[in-house]
């Protein structure tokens, strides 16, 4: 894509963001979770995520947005995240996080989400840094105590 067509698709997506139509919101945030690292997208991807009338709008753009894998998607929707206001919007995105830890933990990365979120946990936005920190905590606290223990670079046993 040139940079004249991701402009267009750009301008687009801003456009379809303002829509009264759940749809168009969703497939907003799906073309703008594709370009998240650009500036423009960044404010209207969080409205999106804390979308206040439908929940497909939060949904559809969380995991457009959790699918790419990489520290820009997920620091999106954990500040997002970090800034619900509404239970329904908080549980959605939680629900979102969650599932992509389960997906890739059997997809055989669970670690490299681990290592995002403790990057995460360091982050300048207090707001990302307590969600990743929160996630990293849940996980411990749902490991068996040898797998913490592993994690924490700390010996198996447990015999004593």
């Known amino acids: 894509m040139d940079e004249e067509q991701g402009a267009d698709v750009l301008r687009t997506a801003l456009r379809d ?5 759940w749809s168009c919101r969703a497939a907003a945030g799906r073309q703008l979770a594709a370009i998240a690292d650009q500036a423009e997208a960044a404010p209207v ?10 929940t497909g709008v ?33 549980d959605q995105l939680d629900g979102e996080v969650f599932s992509r830890h389960n997906w890739m933990v059997a997809d055989g990365r669970g670690d490299q989400f ?5 990057s995460l946990a360091a982050d300048e936005d207090v707001g990302v840094r307590e969600e990743a ?15 913490v223990r592993l994690q924490e670079g700390g010996p198996t046993d447990t015999s004593g």
Do not use: I, K, W, Y
């Open 45 to 54: 991807l969080e409205r999106l995520l804390l979308d206040p009338h439908d």
């Open 17 to 21: 963001a303002e829509s009264e139509s």
């Open 133 to 147: 920190r929160q996630f990293l905590g849940e996980r411990a606290e749902n490991a068996a105590p040898s797998a």
């Open 114 to 118: 681990v290592r995002q979120l403790a």
């Open 58 to 90: 939060t949904q559809d753009t969380a995991e457009a947005l959790l699918q790419r894998g990489d520290l820009v998607g997920l620091r999106t929707v954990l500040r997002a995240l970090s800034r619900a206001r509404e239970a329904c919007a908080a």
